[in-house]
């Protein structure tokens, strides 16, 4: 066995053991060297080695730290994911109470042999007519109607980002997005070799001279942008922004992908318009089923300026994203008949009794979060990491995002931690809260 996977395997021992306990700091890698007489070349693929099962992580400036992790025998780390915590706020899948019992009477005519023999022959970009009707009447919002024959169907949400990336951006292409984004956009990014932008953020979303200062230095190929209710810190950009961000991209020609999937939970009479209201001939819409309905039957959808059909649709039939027919025809008949906004009220009102809990347990705590919302964006007080607070709260049956999951430059790793509110029941939401605030009151081992 070679040398550096001897060490890993001692320390993953000594973790296993209790030796080592989860936020503990590790020696830096040449004092580590030193100290046991090997090359530095050896510890640092030894640490390397130890972040690829999951036992430690490393904070760019501040050194590596011990994870929570589940081992097998010997103290082995398994492959699995580091925590095992009976209420996990990774997960975000929101889900209305008798969900099935209104999702059930769309899908019984569906089960007629001539019903259902349409629906599983394939399905192309554009969908079906039907299904183009109507979504653009589901995504309207006060200022604004997609035109059915922009609209292109995916298999999800994911997919419908990377057909729409892949269309606009060459690998080794850069692509701005806000300094906190969504963790599979990294994922993407990394699949299809373009380069991530981080790009200013404040209090109102996405700075424009921002945008302008990153395309000055090198062009952008494109933006990808969560101007409404933003994952993770839930920030919704306001219309005089979103009109300042719409005059600079098309002051300097950068296509953008908006990313809605959340903007469902806003107030249909104030909801705020999309990029594309302002920007058409540059904005692609992303938008889904998932959150609205539930996450196993799901379907992507993508409003794409009209010059630009052909080309996205060449991608989503290249990468093999298509959307699902049956998907698709269940999608419709929710729609037409009430179901998907009966979801969506119920919805709202959960996601804010949630934040009610979030509300009343963090307490005094820095917590960006808007009511709406089905998470909220913990900044931690000192000393507390992301890393080392995921750990502990892992020990205490609680799973949470650390913020270094959103974060695109490793040099500017927020001491903050994303919290899901979806998935859990409402009491181990509030059993979690509680673990929460109790952990962060503790100092750090």
């Not at 709202?348 to 963090?362: M, S």
């Amino acid at each position: 066995m070679d040398a550096y996977r001897r060490i890993a395997d001692r320390i993953a021992d000594d973790i296993a053991a209790g030796r080592l306990r989860p936020g503990e700091r590790l020696p830096p890698q040449r004092t580590f060297a030193r100290r046991h007489g090997i090359a530095a070349s050896t510890a640092e693929r030894a640490y390397g080695e130890l972040v690829r099962r999951g036992l430690v992580v490393g904070e760019v400036g501040r050194g590596t730290f011990v994870r929570a992790a589940r081992t097998g025998p010997a103290g082995r780390a398994l492959t699995e994911p580091a925590t095992a915590a009976p209420v996990n706020m990774e997960l975000n899948y929101p889900s209305a109470p008798g969900q099935s019992e209104l999702l059930a009477p769309a899908l019984a005519p569906m089960l007629r042999p001539d019903v259902l023999t349409e629906a599983l022959r394939p399905a192309p970009a554009a969908g079906t007519a039907q299904a183009r009707e109507a979504v653009a009447a589901l995504l309207a919002t006060p200022g604004w109607r997609p035109a059915p024959d922009r609209l292109l169907f995916t298999g999800n949400a994911r997919q419908a980002i990377a057909a729409a990336l892949a269309s606009l951006v060459r690998p080794g292409g850069r692509v701005g997005v806000e300094e906190l984004t969504y963790p599979l956009v990294k994922e993407i990014a990394g699949r299809l070799g373009i380069r991530l932008v981080p790009l200013d953020t404040d209090a109102g979303g996405l700075r424009p001279e921002s945008v302008a200062a990153a395309h000055r230095a090198a062009p952008l190929s494109a933006l990808y942008v969560q101007p409404t209710l933003h994952n993770p810190t839930s920030v919704t950009t306001g219309e005089v922004r979103r009109r300042q961000l719409a005059e600079t991209v098309a002051d300097l020609d950068i296509p953008v992908v908006e990313d809605r999937i959340w903007s469902f939970l806003a107030d249909p009479a104030g909801a705020a318009d999309p990029l594309a209201a302002y920007a058409p001939h540059l904005t692609h819409v992303v938008d889904g089923l998932s959150k609205r309905v539930a996450p196993g039957l799901t379907a992507g959808f993508l409003v794409v300026p009209a010059h630009r059909v052909e080309s996205v649709a060449a991608a989503v039939r290249s990468g093999g994203w298509s959307a699902g027919r049956f998907a698709l025809e269940a999608g419709v008949r929710w729609i037409g008949d009430g179901t998907v906004e009966r979801l969506v009220a119920a919805k709202r009102e959960d996601a804010a009794r949630r934040q009610r809990l979030v509300a009343e347990h963090l307490d005094g705590f820095r917590v960006r979060c808007d009511p709406r919302a089905y998470f909220a964006w913990w900044e931690l007080p000192a000393p507390w990491r992301a890393d080392t607070f995921t750990a502990a709260a892992a020990v205490q049956g609680v799973a949470v995002t650390p913020g270094t999951a959103f974060v695109v430059d490793p040099k500017r790793t927020p001491d903050a931690v994303r919290l899901g509110l979806a998935s859990a029941a409402l009491p181990d939401l509030e059993w979690a809260l509680r673990v929460l605030a109790g952990v962060v009151l503790r100092a750090p081992l």
